[in-house]
């Protein structure tokens, strides 16, 4: 058990180290876009820049959650501040339809209005851009969980989508300096925030889905009635919630109906053990309950 906590606290450490490079790359090019897209007129940098904006606040409001994060429980928050991450990765998926949103709307105006574009200098700032980008998702995906911990990776998909915008700006400045078709700025504007809204899409609901205490994906609840069920004095299970505190940290609690002779600590240590095996669970809460015991029902 020490041995994976101490585990989860180092990819925490690796996951803010990853956070703050990528933070600090992110902020550079932000700023080398905005004023570069001022200066060659394009809105595939400008947007570009805007989205970087939401993402280096994304970044620092996802560093500043694994610090809230690592608060020691309390009174008053018994579970601690956990969550604080899947709230940082909710708000950045509105944060990236919001920004998705900008663009198409800018978008629209230039296909109204189609504007003078300087191409080859727009390309040459999208391509210091994209290679900024990759460095940001390389820190990321290097010392950080981003594949696990959605608050982190909330944060990669922020960068990847810089990444996709970097690689629309490149694009279109190519086209327009060799075929000087301005249309393909907010063409490509728009292709890249569709695929920010297929991205954040994902991001909400799966921390939505944690927010409402949802069964883990990885967890199915009658997979863990049948495991139990085969303790040698077991007859049955109910009022059973698995749910997800943070990333990487589940929960399980459940009642556990036994034999009247039935050896209550031997069931209990063995359905402890049960669980955390099966499912990785170190979290659990197990009561052992034997026939004449009554309570009030449960709502849930």
Known sequence: MAHEHNHFESARAGNRKGLFLALAITT??????????????????????????????????????IGFAGKAASANKTYGYYR????AAFFNGITLFVMAGFIIYEAFERFVEPEEIRG???????VIGLLANVLS?????????????????????????????????ITGGLLILFFEWTIADPIVSVLVALLILKSAWGILQNSIHILMEGTPATIHPEEAKALLKKIDGVLDIHDLHIWTITSGFDSFSCHLDVEAGADEQRVLQEAIGLIHDHFKIEHTTIQIEKVGLAHHHLKV
Not at 50 to 61: F, N, P, Q, T, Y
Not at 84 to 87: N, V
């Open 28 to 65: 550079g090019i932000m700023l080398l876009e905005f004023f570069g897209g001022l200066f060659t007129n394009s809105l595939a940098l400008i947007s570009d820049s805007g989205h970087m904006l939401s993402d280096a606040s994304s970044l620092l409001l996802s560093l500043v959650a």
């Open 120 to 126: 080859g200098w727009m390309l040459v700032i999208a």
């Open 84 to 87: 604080f991450e899947i709230l």
């Open 137 to 169: 998702a390389l820190a990321l995906h290097k010392s950080g969980d981003v594949h696990g911990n959605l608050n982190m990776k909330s944060a990669y998909v922020h960068v990847i989508g810089d990444a996709l915008g970097s690689v629309g700006a």
